[in-house]
């Protein structure tokens, strides 16, 4: 079976491995308190251009959205989501379950703007209801999309008006750095944000996420929050090690800038044989529209992610690339897809 169901199937880039079997038998402070966390912090802070930034390494996506989150907000504070954020379809109710609100509404190319914010600030409007305090977001989308940098400097504008949050989520971080539509700079983040991540989990490292705190009040007791709910690694040196790796020279990008290549090859394969797309996606993720039984014969040699009925005889399909995916590989997917589809058109 050939796995385009995700962009972790696989362990690590062979260059993370390297490092970690090289240095496998130093014997360091444990907690993060390690040479190797102490210099990939600064490695971080030179490439984002912030030097003051408060970074610390998190083993996962879901348990950096729940600490993040449930440490910034007060019992009484609120999260917006877009209905397609992750917070809200892919995390078992772990925001709600730490006793913060999840603030949903649906989300045009599952991207938030400052009249949708606005649109849920003004149903929230006394004590009687929950009061709305951070804004989350995903770039790439879980959809695929992604934000410009007009479209999240106007988000953010609108957030420091209301006195919001801004809290993006970057687990596909690289494959949005590297799209061909997008126009922000991982320097850019630190100025349009409060808090960010870093992801590494589904950029190349065997796990972990890099959380950036640009807003200094909000960091306070982040440390604690960590090893409250048990997030801080006694091994830390295992996520510093990654990350000191993925950032050095350009190998963050030459991940971010494979998993697109591959993803690239898959739309135009889709679209030269008369296919749609749920979302115009310039991601590693790619959502078209497919005829049930062309899905099912594909099944048989592929995996994939069912996203959703279209209509009674089509279905939106994910279909995921990563650094790992093999150029042959989609050279006889797309193959095998062309001679399928001549039977459903």
Same mark, same amino acid.
């Given at each position: 079976m050939i796995s385009f169901k995700n962009? *972790? =199937?696989?362990? !690590?880039?062979?260059r993370v491995l390297e490092a970690l079997i090289r240095t496998n038998l130093e014997q360091t402070d444990g907690y993060g308190e390690d040479p190797y966390t102490l210099e990939a912090y600064e490695r971080i802070k030179e490439k984002i251009q912030c030097k003051d930034c408060n970074i610390r390494f998190i083993v996962g996506g879901t348990q950096t959205n729940l600490l993040v989150i449930s440490q910034i907000l007060r019992p009484h504070q609120s999260v917006i989501s877009a209905e397609t954020g992750h917070i809200n379809g892919h995390e078992t109710g772990a925001i709600e379950a730490t006793g913060h609100k999840v603030e949903l509404i649906p989300a045009p190319e599952g991207k938030l703007t400052p009249a949708l914010v606005e649109k849920v600030l003004s149903l929230h409007t006394d004590a009687h209801n929950v009061e709305p305090k951070m804004v989350y977001i995903s770039n790439p989308t879980e959809i695929g999309t #992604?934000? @410009? @940098?007009?479209? #999240?400097? !106007? #988000? *953010? =504008? %609108? %957030? @420091?008006?209301?006195?919001l949050y801004l809290f993006m989520d970057g687990a596909r971080l690289a494959s949005a750095l590297t799209s061909e539509y997008n126009d922000i700079a991982l320097s850019d983040y630190p100025k349009m944000t409060d808090v960010f991540y870093i992801g590494g989990t589904k950029c190349g490292a065997l796990f972990g996420e890099v959380a950036v705190f640009v807003n200094k009040d909000i960091f306070d007791g982040f440390q604690y929050a960590i090893k409250q709910r048990g997030a801080l690694l006694a091994k830390g040196r295992l996520l510093g090690l990654q990350f000191g790796e993925l950032f050095k020279d350009d190998l963050y990008y030459e991940i971010g800038e494979h998993s697109n290549k591959m993803a690239d090859m898959l739309k135009k394969c889709f679209a030269d044989n008369g296919f749609g797309f749920a979302t115009d996606s310039y991601s590693n993720q790619q959502f078209p529209i497919l005829p049930d039984k062309l899905v099912a014969d594909l099944g048989a040699k592929y995996k994939y992610t069912f996203t959703e009925k279209y209509d009674e005889n089509n279905s939106v399909i994910r279909f995921v690339t990563s650094w790992a995916t093999k150029p042959a590989d989609v050279e006889e997917f797309i193959k095998d897809f062309t001679e399928l589809a001549k039977r459903y058109r």
């Open positions: 962009d *972790y =199937s696989e362990g !690590a880039h062979p #992604l934000y @410009k @940098k007009a479209e #999240l400097e !106007a #988000l *953010y =504008s %609108c %957030c @420091k008006e209301h006195g």
